[in-house]
């Protein structure tokens, strides 16, 4: 598995670089429609992007009976989507949540995302989400989604078929004191971590069901724009020529984030930028961002992302320790590894350290962490390290302390997997962001309101744009707390979107 991992890093690495020619080499301003020259396409609704946020949109886009274009820069729809676990965060006693026999509710739902999504979150969106999520679940299995209505308690997507776990960090401290734990990762019932493949092939099919026109190989460039301030269509480049799409109602940007844009990421989300596994689709270049704020639209949390180190499975390593460079723990190791990556790239400068013993040492052979030093007591690991001189005895004295009789006074580990650091040989495994398997991935974006419509730097609504996914800063933030929060994002509001673009009324 951790060979597959680095071989999916080089790809990453190498797609990134293939495809950056994407990105348009001049600033992505207005064009006016006498700039751009005449339309060479109308449609009613025009979609850019592909991935789960774009399908869905495009899907109720058509269900009204709109006219809707789909275009996706790179020669293969699907978007990140299809690279992802194709988790949806879902709850509130969804029909899979009561099968496996779980009660949740639209409150602890709300409790756990909202409580646990860092200062200041986006409460409307989050809310409307959770009230909404028994029927987005539902629109799911609709549209061909498969499910089971078996559980699981391993803390990761496993690679068995079962379709509910605990996706994130319902039960590590203090997700666990802010809401009651319940499982609401809702993953394809499918074999193997292929869920987003699963997801976005039952959501491809419906789109070219409804009738939605795709086309590949289509590269937005400048949104065009009505001297009365309105959106009026899109100029893109095919196989080397410029056109201009008219889109009569709406255009929706799902273009994804800005993860494969260097320049981009280093300006706006310097923590990410030294991950050493940027994650997404060879199209996550931006491009949406800009045509969007090229037009006025207003940016949130550009600087905010994932960033995940999975130091699990096995599961036993969680018995370790995780310490910064003055050895000192500073987060709950059995917490989702989202948050782990998190607190280690923006709070501890991307450097962090893994300390086992041969007990909670991988049991297998990887190299997504490697070990630094190895020793029989922990004073020669420290020896072996760059730790301040008694640092890490210290930290490992008082871990065992209290481990020795089932307590974390400091973090609150869980008691399965509390036990003391005294089974030599002790290792220190690197984590830094820069040496270990760190990937990363954006969340900032374009603001948006509950409709996916485009907010300017004024405070209104820009007429005619529309945005989801990961071109918008939707309820994905950073830490990262839940596997599915972004897919289910991009579904939910990508289909909000969707209405909202095809329904708009112009003169």
């Not at 029909?95 to 026999?101: E, I, N, P, S």
């Amino acid at each position: 598995m951790s060979a597959s991992r680095w071989r999916r890093r080089e790809l990453l690495a190498g797609l990134a670089a293939g495809s950056a020619g994407l990105l348009a080499s001049g600033p992505a301003a207005a064009l006016s429609p006498r700039e751009a020259g005449s339309w060479d396409e109308t449609t009613d609704v025009l979609v850019a992007g592909s991935g789960s946020a774009a399908c869905s949109a495009a899907i109720e886009a058509r269900r009204t009976g709109a006219r809707v274009l789909l275009i996706e820069a790179l020669p293969k729809f699907g978007g990140s989507s299809a690279m992802s676990g194709g988790v949806v965060y879902a709850g509130g006693g969804t029909a899979l949540q009561k099968a496996a026999g779980f009660e949740d509710s639209v409150e602890e739902m709300y409790r756990f995302i909202a409580g646990n999504s860092g200062r200041h979150p986006q409460l409307a969106k989050i809310q409307l989400y959770c009230e909404e999520s028994v029927a987005h679940f539902d629109w799911l299995v609709a549209m061909g989604v498969p499910y089971n209505d078996r559980f699981t308690a391993v803390k990761e997507l496993t690679l068995g078929d079962e379709s509910l776990y605990y996706s994130g960090n319902e039960l590590a401290w203090p997700a666990r004191e802010n809401a009651r734990p319940v499982p609401r990762g809702h993953v394809p019932g499918t074999p193997g971590m292929t869920g987003g493949r699963t997801l976005m092939e039952a959501l491809l099919a419906q789109t070219v069901a409804a009738g939605v026109t795709m086309r590949a190989g289509v590269a937005g460039q400048r949104l065009i724009v009505e001297s009365d301030g309105r959106v009026a269509g899109m100029q893109v480049v095919a196989s080397g020529e410029t056109r201009n799409i008219r889109a009569l109602r709406g255009v929706v940007l799902a273009c994804g984030g800005f993860i494969h844009n260097r320049d981009m990421v280093q300006r706006h989300a310097p923590a990410l930028f030294d991950c050493s596994a940027p994650w997404g689709n060879a199209g996550d270049l931006g491009q949406g961002i800009v045509m969007g704020a090229g037009v006025g639209g207003e940016t949130l949390h550009m600087h905010e992302g994932f960033a995940i180190t999975p130091i699990y499975p096995p599961e036993s390593t969680l018995a370790g320790i995780v310490v910064n460079a003055n050895a000192q723990r500073f987060v709950p190791e059995d917490s989702y590894y989202g948050v782990l990556g998190d607190a280690i790239a923006y709070q501890q400068e991307g450097r962090a350290w893994l300390i086992t013993d041969a007990s909670s040492s991988f049991n297998y052979p990887q190299d997504n962490f490697l070990p630094v030093a190895e020793a029989p007591t922990i004073g020669d690991l420290a020896a072996r390290t760059d730790f301040p001189q008694g640092a890490l005895q210290h930290t490992v004295a008082y871990y065992n302390r209290f481990a020795d009789i089932g307590r974390d006074p400091l973090f609150h580990k869980q008691a399965q997997y509390l036990r003391p650091l005294d089974q030599p040989p002790f290792k220190a495994w690197d984590l830094s962001v820069k040496r270990a398997f760190f990937t990363a991935h954006t969340f900032g974006g374009l603001h948006t309101d509950i409709d996916g419509r485009v907010i300017s730097g004024f405070g209104g609504p820009i007429p005619g744009l529309y945005a989801a996914g990961r071109t918008t800063a939707g309820l994905p933030v950073a830490p990262y707390i839940a596997s599915g929060l972004s897919v289910g994002d991009c579904t939910f509001f990508g289909r909000r979107a969707g209405i909202a673009a095809a329904s708009e009324v112009t003169v």
